[in-house]
């Protein structure tokens, strides 16, 4: 899975599309949080610093693509970027107003100094983006030279600046590259997962198992271990035939999950269930609490694994040296329920200490472990949730192949 880097390909003076996931969470025009946008300053410098224009282009929510709706509009982005890059971009960032591709962007592009950067408009504000129309992909190519996917979130989609855009690229001659993003989530999550060290442990949980089911059997095949927690737990232990009190279980789920401890069983691979739990007498904060272990009595739903689970969970992390985690414990957004979640995160940071490798996953889990301030702390904490899932669950990222002849 080694794509070009951008870093070996000539930029100096050249036009570079990058297609960048700056899906932010904001509201009322204030960016939440802009993690996103720092995860693609690598590439953004590494263009500019080597006297190459950058191009940026990202969705934002969830446009219908009717042209622009002001609560989608990527400018508060805009400001945000010029601000990160500082003096990294002599020139600020140009912000075009309208749908990309049209005069007054085109115009933007035109007039780029050495070192400019331009974020174009929503890219969802274009009906063609979604359709992953060939015509829209080909008035993006017609502004570049050379086109960037650092936006590994959407790789799992096929939208028109995703795949059209550099298949049209590579029609042309132009060249493809992935960013710095995108190539050490395809090093941690393809790469270091194919050649993983054993023993290697996968660690799942979550709502449902309806969800997480074809990682589940993908991952079957893989791993060595296999840690099922989260409300998914109470799935398995009923289809063991222990009792699981108001626990959410997905009653017709029940038989899918004795067969695949039937089928773990049969390949080696060891599952590991919660054997004790931190139950609530209500889904919210602030309800009344116990421990059970084994059986959860009627009245009582299991809202995070217990401590007799967090000692056993964490010595499988510690003792592992490659660990896949995608999925929370319990209810980590509702204390004392994030007790679980917490307890396999510090594991996870025990684990890379020792020298093993360790990814999370997926948007929750991602979540939990910055919220822990653990982020740094683990070999690698993926910026995609369902791009992630789907390579979890084995499938091929069709907008990589699009990049593919860049090696
Ligand atoms: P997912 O998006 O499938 O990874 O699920 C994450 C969600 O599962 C989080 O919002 C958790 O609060 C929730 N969750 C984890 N454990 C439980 C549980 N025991 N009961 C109910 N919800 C849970």
Redesign the pocket.
Known sequence: MQKKRIDSVDVAGKRVFVRVDFNVPMEGGVIGDDRRIKASLPTIRSVLSRGGRAVLASHLGRPEGKGFEAEYSLAPVARRLAELLGADAPHGVAFPSGDCGDDASRAAVAAMPERGVVLLENLRFAKGEKKGDAAFAGTLAGLCDIYVNDAFGTSHRADASMYALPMAMRAQGKPCASGFLLAAELEYLIGRIASAQRPFLAIL????VS??ILAIENLLAKVDRLII??????TFLRAQGVSTGA??VEADRVGLAAEILAKAKARGCEILLPVDHACGRE?KAGTETTTAVGAIPDGW????IGPATRAAFGAAVRSSRTVVW?????????PP?DAGTRAVADAVVDATAAGATTIAG????AAAVEEFGLAARLSHVSTGGGASLEVLEGKHLVCLDAIDDAR
């Open positions: 949980g979550g709502a449902k969800d997480k927690g989260g409300a998914m737990a109470y626990s959410l889904f739903m299991g809202l995070d995608n999925g929370p414990m319990g209810v980590f957004e509702m329920f997926g948007g929750d889990t």
